[in-house]
Each structure stands twice: as C-alpha cells, then as structure tokens.
C-alpha cells in the first residue's frame, strides 16, 4: 500500500496496490503526517506499483501539490504505469508539471 523514505530532503512515497476512496484517505493522512515533520523539498510519488486507481488517485496528487506548495516545497509523481497514463493525461494533471 505505501511506503515512506526520506533522504537528501526527498520524501518519496512507494504506492501499491489498489488506489480508491478508501486507500487514499489513509495513504493521504501518513504522507501528510511524516511530511509535516519532515519538511522535505520534494515529495515523490511512485506510481511503478499501482494496479488500480480510480479518480481518488488524482484527489492525492492534487492535495500533496496544494500543501508542498504550501510548504515551499514541490510535487514529483514517477513511474506512471502505461495502463494509467490515460487517467492522468484526461485529468489535466499534466499541466502542472508534475509528472516525471
């Protein structure tokens, strides 16, 4: 489901598995957490594990973007499997530059 390292002011957050409704709220409340203590520069996202992922997926991205941004801090998502390319072009998440 996630993990959390930090290294170098990176915090990079390992997704797997299904991203829904009800994995994003707890994957969104430990990312928050860790990175309210951490203060870190970037944030990653690594999508490389995700089967699944239905809109909540872009919600987490959206809301990470808003509170680094917040924090001086930046959004990168890595690793976008080809099968949810698609989701993301549509959402427009491309836009904002996150999308490595």
């Known amino acids: 489901m996630l993990e959390l390292n930090f290294e170098n002011s990176v915090l990079t957050a390992h997704l797997s598995g299904e991203l829904d409704h009800h ?10 957490a860790k990175a309210e203590i951490l203060k870190p520069k970037t944030l990653k996202l690594d999508y490389k594990n995700v089967d699944f992922m239905d809109s909540s997926g872009i919600g987490l991205i959206m809301g990470r973007y808003r509170n680094m941004a917040l924090m001086g801090g930046k959004v990168e998502v890595t690793n976008v499997p ?15 530059g996150v999308i490595k």
């Not at 080809?82 to 904002?96: A, C, D, N």
């Open 23 to 32: 994995t994003a709220a707890v994957i969104r409340k430990k990312i928050d």
């Open 82 to 96: 080809p099968h949810l390319k698609r989701m993301f072009s549509l959402s427009g998440i491309e836009t904002l």
